[in-house]
């Protein structure tokens, strides 16, 4: 049993597995893609992030 928070993605024959991870006191996430069942396939992946301030 993983305690981390866990998301299965499946297509067709490909199967996308997420982790996500927060450290603790800490300003840092941690985002793991895992592809499983595939040879060929890619996975391209682009974070989108906004820098604003607290109170905007």
């Given at each position: 049993m993983n305690p981390l928070p866990q998301m299965i993605y499946k297509t067709g024959c490909v199967e996308v597995e997420k982790?996500?991870?927060m450290a603790y006191r800490r300003n840092l996430t941690v985002?793991?893609?895992e592809l499983k069942n595939t040879d060929e396939?890619?996975?391209t992946v682009t974070p989108i992030q906004t820098c604003r301030d607290i109170h905007a």
């Open positions: 982790t996500v991870f985002v793991n893609y396939t890619v996975l």
